[in-house]
């Protein structure tokens, strides 16, 4: 069973699952949709605990390749009254022209993805020149002993449950694709806030 017929299979109660964590989360996921502007793609919209954080006065188009967890999100944007276009989709094959968007926002996505290259390579694609990426992302921490007896052991179940993979370096592969103009750690590495910029 792959990913997608994992997360299809937890659908909503996905959020009593990340639900708990959330409270660590929150004020990070404000902190991101503080940078967007303009004409902006989330990719793995998830079942949307991004949504309440945007700003009303953007243009907001997301992405996730689970259609149950779509179809949350979906529910989740109609009750806040934000007005946004949700489509099933992989982050490794984005169904968008070259230079749509002015803002792309992933959030704790590329833990999941498959391929986070192809991934990374596909938002640069679809960022116009000068647009803004946005990262919130699990990494691998800076501190060794916590990889190995905190996070090696949860990856270990998460990629068991849900091939999810949370020691990845998405910090550095970022810096391949794009000018950082901002990066902060949290929670000793655990998480960091990356805002880049396409040349």
Do not use: Q
Not at 93 to 99: I, M, T, V
């Amino acid at each position: 069973m792959g990913f997608r017929e994992k997360y299809a299979k937890l659908g909503e109660r996905y959020e009593r699952i990340d639900g708990p964590l959330e409270r660590f989360f929150d004020p990070l996921r404000r902190k991101a949709a503080g940078y967007v502007a303009g004409r902006v793609l989330e990719v793995g919209v998830g079942t949307g605990f991004m949504l309440p954080h945007y700003p009303r006065d953007i243009e907001l188009h997301a992405i996730d390749a689970v259609p149950e967890m779509v179809e949350v999100a979906k529910e989740r944007a109609e009750e806040i009254g934000l007005n946004a276009r949700f489509y099933v989709m992989d982050a490794e094959k984005l169904e968008f022209p070259d230079s749509s968007f002015d803002t792309v926002v992933s959030a704790f996505v590329f833990c999941t993805v498959p391929d986070p290259e192809r991934a990374m390579a596909e938002i640069h694609r679809v960022l116009k020149p000068g647009g803004r990426v946005i990262l919130l992302e699990h990494t691998r921490s800076d501190c060794r002993l916590l990889n190995w007896l905190f996070l090696k052991p949860l990856d270990v179940l998460l990629g068991l449950l849900l091939e999810d993979n949370t020691l990845r370096e998405t910090h550095l592969l970022a810096r391949n694709y794009f000018e950082i103009e901002h990066e902060e750690s949290h929670y000793r590495g655990i998480v960091r806030l990356i805002v880049g910029r396409k040349g």
